[in-house]
């Protein structure tokens, strides 16, 4: 009987992938069959936008338009067809899902599959056929702007949650646009900058998380980065897209610029340009009416083709690659409805929140917070009551409705006296000015000092706001402390309160002058719609944290790598910019410069506490194509089930080359009750732990010892144990 099972469960495996295999041979004979009939013309006008956000079909022979939108958090309101304005429909609200900074956070690609399918179904029922979305750029400077939007400084965590990300968008027939390609690591110059960075480098930090979206998420599309790359455009770089993206990794989809990005028709014919989106050709970079005809692969493509300089071919490979989208979306038959503000939405975008926020410090049994009549609790900030959905830039929502902190806490704690005041104010949320507050600080500062006095405790809903310089795409912070003197009004608030518990809503690292004056410490990041419930939540021990930092916070500026090596390295001197740290970002950085960071990768505590034990694996030694499976225990001797991260670093004594103390090449989260013991299995893939040489132009899996590191932390190592590659 179980045989029979078996025999068919393989059975319907097997004829779907040949089922599949048909279906794409026979979309490539449609495509053939299409290419013959396309004129010159219809297939170059394929090739760049016909407005802000979609490209033209060939309405001649019934080819839809292809609609896209932002972005990697949700689907963006309505644009209008000609500029930046919003349209502002009243059918386009939607749910807002966390960052994908806590997404990273979570270290559960579980979650990231149900963020990908969730944020799909409601691209899918704002009929949008590409969603411009996920970011996976990392994390190298704590003053990037859009650090909110990617998921931190390690290319392995990074690419084992972008790639169910982008499966789970795609099951519903729209494609993911996996951005930005690449090196797009600040916002500062970011039109322009040329990036100078090794090959090993590139291959080991930066571009892993685009490899695995390409090889294992077979992601249907993919944008171009604003900047240069070794002198060239990123959106027409030979070496970035024809060489490493099309022909290397065998990349089948479509290359986007990103808005404005292309800069010449020669380069974007050649080099690998397939949708020219966003070019602004007046030559003042904005937009006017009808000037679509103008675009670098428009009217100056077609002469080029006509003049025989450029091969038919050219245009033909671009157009095939274009129909090979649209047959994966717009004229994908079997694709779902989609749906959207659903409860299995808002359930998706709580549990992600909630398994995200990062307990970083917690003294005194400050955090959880019990609900009794008799506790007052002073909520202070204006992070406790401003929406954080918008503003950042072109990943700025329309929720259908934001739960605040504020809310949240009082929905949740029915019988505790909460009180609250602003405590400090910033402007409007504005794209690319700072706008004054029209607040009266001072006036502020008193009343948040008098509610603190009468409060057992105070929670400081803290940090940036996503505004101009504040964690906002188009500029970099200008500083690594929080802005609007909330640590000025921290120390007020301390000196007439010692209880006090720091929530920073952020999408990066701030300096913590102010850490010893708290007792708790939560990261919450940008947590979208449930974002107050998801709060109170872990507040209240409703949900037991388990997040872990996807980034280093460190203790200074000048701890981080990018800063460390001054100007030329970050921000660059406005033409180039050099990234001098090399492979040793983040973690790397602070493990093998000995540089303890204020917070490490990978930290992040519980309300309960775990015991790992008995780590091993499964031989002394192993060869390339072979996997190591590390065993172990994890002990949960608290009073709450909660659950952990273990992480498997490996490092290679005496190696021929330079290279970080660890690395990240393993981890899986656990659920462990209470007094309860689980095992746990992880496998690591022998292959991924060579090095990039750039002397072979491949990748080198040196032979002789390594250490394995195993641990709940980047900087809470448990155990060791050594092994050989032979
Ligand atoms: C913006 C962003 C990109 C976005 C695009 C469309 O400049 O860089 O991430 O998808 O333009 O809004």
């Known amino acids: 009987m179980i045989n029979q099972y078996y025999r068919t469960i393989v059975f319907i495996i097997f004829t779907s992938m040949i089922a599949t295999g048909q279906n794409e041979e026979k979309i490539e004979k449609k495509i053939d069959s299409i290419l013959s009939q396309l004129t010159l013309k219809e297939k170059v006008a394929m090739c760049h936008a016909q407005s802000k956000f979609s490209t033209p079909g060939v309405p001649r022979l019934g080819i839809p338009e292809l609609w896209m939108s932002d972005g990697p958090h949700g689907v963006r309101a309505e644009i209008n067809w000609d500029d930046w304005g919003y349209a502002n429909w009243t059918n386009d609200s939607i749910t807002a899902f966390p960052a994908l900074t806590c997404l990273a956070s979570t270290f559960n690609p579980n979650l990231a599959k149900a963020y990908g399918v969730s944020v799909g179904e409601e691209a899918r029922y704002r009929k949008k056929d590409v969603l411009l979305g996920p970011g996976v750029n990392i994390y190298r400077t704590p003053l990037n702007g859009r650090n909110f939007e990617y998921m931190g400084e390690d290319p392995y965590l990074a690419s084992k949650l972008v790639v169910p990300y982008i499966q789970g968008v795609q099951k519903n027939g729209v494609a993911a646009c996996v951005k930005h390609y690449v090196l797009n690591n600040q916002e500062k110059w970011r039109d322009h900058i040329n990036v100078e960075v090794s090959d090993r480098a590139l291959h080991e930090i930066y571009l892993p998380a685009f490899k695995a979206s390409v090889q294992e998420a077979k992601v249907w599309s993919i944008m171009s980065a604003y900047n240069k790359f070794r002198d060239q455009y990123c959106s027409h770089n030979e070496l970035l897209i024809n060489k490493i993206l099309k022909t290397d990794w065998g990349f089948d989809g479509a290359v986007i610029t990103d808005w404005g990005a292309a800069h010449d028709t020669y380069e974007a014919a050649m080099y690998g340009l397939d949708i020219e989106m966003g070019t602004g050709t007046d030559g003042l970079g904005v937009t006017t009416a009808n000037h679509y005809d103008y675009y670098f692969l428009a009217s100056p493509f077609l002469k080029l083709l006509k003049s025989g300089n450029v091969e038919e071919a050219v245009v033909n490979d671009k157009v095939r690659r274009i129909l090979r989208l649209m047959y994966r979306t717009s004229m994908n038959p079997n694709r779902s409805f989609g749906r959207m503000n659903n409860k299995e939405h808002h359930d998706v975008a709580r549990k992600v929140a909630t398994e995200g926020i990062v307990l970083l410090k917690n003294e005194n049994q400050c955090f959880p917070i019990a609900d009794t009549a008799d506790i007052t609790i002073a909520v202070i900030g204006e992070n406790a009551t401003r929406s954080l959905t918008k503003g950042g830039g072109s990943s700025e929502l329309k929720p259908k409705f934001e739960i605040s902190p504020l809310e949240g806490l009082k929905k949740r704690f029915k019988n505790a006296k909460i009180i609250h005041a602003m405590g400090y104010a910033s402007g409007p949320s504005a794209y690319d000015k700072v ?225 970080a103390l660890k690395e990240l090449k393993g981890f899986k989260k656990v659920v462990v009750e209470n007094g309860m013991t689980a095992s746990v299995n992880i496998v690591v893939d022998v292959n991924s732990l060579a090095f990039y040489d750039a002397d072979i132009a491949d990748w080198n899996l040196e032979k002789g010892k390594y250490v394995m590191h195993i641990g709940n932390a980047s900087n809470r190592i448990s155990q060791t144990i050594k092994f050989e590659i032979k």
Not at 442 to 463: C, P, Q, T, W, Y
Not at 506 to 526: E, F, H, K, R, S
Not at 567 to 593: A, F
């Open 435 to 659: 706008l004054p507050s029209e607040w009266d600080a001072d006036s502020l500062k008193k009343e948040a000092i008098n509610v603190a006095k009468e409060a057992n405790l105070v929670l400081f809903f803290g940090g940036l706001n996503k505004s101009h310089l504040q964690d906002c795409e188009g500029d970099d912070r200008r500083a690594f402390e929080l802005p609007f003197g909330q640590g000025a009004l921290l120390q007020d608030i301390a000196a007439v309160n010692n209880n006090i518990g720091m929530i920073l809503l952020t999408g990066n690292a701030v300096d913590m002058p102010w850490i010893d004056q708290v007792n708790g410490l939560i990261q919450g990041w940008y947590l979208g719609t449930m974002g107050g419930a998801a709060l109170a939540d872990v507040i209240s021990g409703d949900v037991n944290p388990s997040g872990k930092l996807p980034f280093s916070f460190p203790a200074k500026l000048k701890d981080n790598a990018a800063h460390y090596f001054g100007e030329l390295s970050y921000p660059g001197d406005g033409v180039n910019q050099y990234y001098k740290e090399d492979i040793l970002v983040g973690y790397r950085w602070h493990d093998t410069k000995k540089i303890p960071p204020l917070f490490a990768f990978g930290e992040g505590l519980s309300y309960t506490s775990f015991d790992l034990s008995n780590f091993k694996i499964d031989k002394k030694s192993y060869s390339n194509g072979e996997q190591i499976t590390v065993s172990g225990e994890v002990s949960n001797t608290g009073e709450v089930s909660g659950a952990e991260v273990i992480q498997v670093y490996i490092g290679k004594q005496k190696s021929k080359v330079k290279r």
